[in-house]
């Protein structure tokens, strides 16, 4: 069932609408459990559409399997998805960080206060991600140290390639995750192909993963077959390659590889004098999580992290 969760009139007459999918099971008393699909808030981030949509058409063609609520929201930033926008168009801002909101602030903060209250109390959120239109990255979870004793054991049922246990200086007070998990319903990140751009194998994958996450809460009584163990890595696991010149970069390895201390990961090359300006080598043995994307790149631009060293 289709519900409104919060709408504003827009300054040129148009109301902006934040809707969410209800299914919930033919059977009153299978109400159980609450679990929220959340996706679609930053514009250029469209992983999370196919995914809505699959478990979508999952859930309603297999309703006498489901005994607990699904919340389905494909776009908390629905101008930003039709419009390409990685942030609310019209008011340049994130709005991953104006979170919890204000119900009494701006039209942007208004929403997000009312997206908060919408979610609140759900026994499990997941915040579906995909990376920028410069990066691709394995699928995978995100979950700060300070509730990774809770969340932990929820993401390695996700079907995921890795569990990236973030410190908690890093994770941003503002972002939907943090504030619900600061008023205690429990939120995983997970973050997973490119911008503006829909990877099936991908989303297939997280799929599968939901399904089974839903049936270990016993919301979800059909098979779901074997689901992959991840590794689960901390910041001290993972290295980063940055780019020391500016040019066009060009991988020779392949996203997702296990790479070698000192394998060639790709050149830096400049069209207008025919140089290579830098050779880029893996600094671990590990595995190829994140890797660029878009070629052109500047010095300091993000190449690509590995997993390796500590990660377990």
Not at 28 to 34: H, V
Not at 44 to 62: I, P
Not at 141 to 148: C, K, L, S
Not at 262 to 269: K, P, R
Request: charged letters at 20%; hydrophobic letters at 40%.
């Amino acid at each position: 069932m289709l519900m409104t969760v919060a709408s504003v009139t827009l300054p040129v007459g148009e109301t902006e609408r934040i809707i969410k999918n209800r299914i919930a099971p033919p059977k009153a008393q299978d109400g159980g459990k609450r679990v929220c699909i959340v996706t679609g808030t930053h514009g250029d981030e469209l992983e999370g559409q196919y995914v809505a949509w699959k478990l979508n058409r999952r859930l309603q063609e297999n309703l006498e399997h489901l005994h607990g609520t699904v919340d389905i929201y494909p776009a908390l930033n629905p101008m930003g998805v039709s419009t390409i926008t990685r942030g609310v168009p019209g008011f340049d801002l994130d709005m991953n960080r104006i979170f919890p909101g204000d119900p009494n602030g701006t039209t942007t903060r208004y929403l997000a206060h009312e997206i908060i209250q919408d979610i609140a109390g759900a026994d499990l959120c997941i915040d579906i991600h995909a990376s920028n239109i410069y990066l691709k990255e394995l699928p995978q979870a995100r979950v700060n140290v300070n509730t990774a004793k809770e969340l932990l054991p929820l993401a390695k049922e996700l079907n995921l390639d890795f569990i990236w246990v973030h410190a908690a200086s890093t994770v941003l007070e503002s972002t939907l995750a943090c504030s619900l998990n600061n008023i205690k319903t429990p939120t995983i990140v997970v973050e997973m192909g490119v911008g503006m751009r829909i990877t099936e194998e991908y989303g297939r994958q997280l799929i599968t993963g939901l399904l089974n996450l839903f049936h270990k809460m016993g919301i979800w009584d059909e098979p779901v077959g074997d689901v992959r163990a991840p590794i689960v890595s901390s910041d001290g696991s993972v290295s980063f390659i940055n780019a020391n010149a500016a040019g066009i970069f060009l991988p020779h390895v392949l996203h997702d590889a296990q790479v070698t201390e000192g394998q060639e990961l790709g050149v830096i090359a400049d069209p207008a004098t025919g140089e290579v300006k830098e050779v880029l080598n893996s600094p671990v043995d590990g595995l190829l999580f994140t890797l660029r994307e878009y070629p052109v790149v500047a010095s300091g631009s993000l190449i690509a992290r590995i997993l390796g060293g500590a990660a377990k």
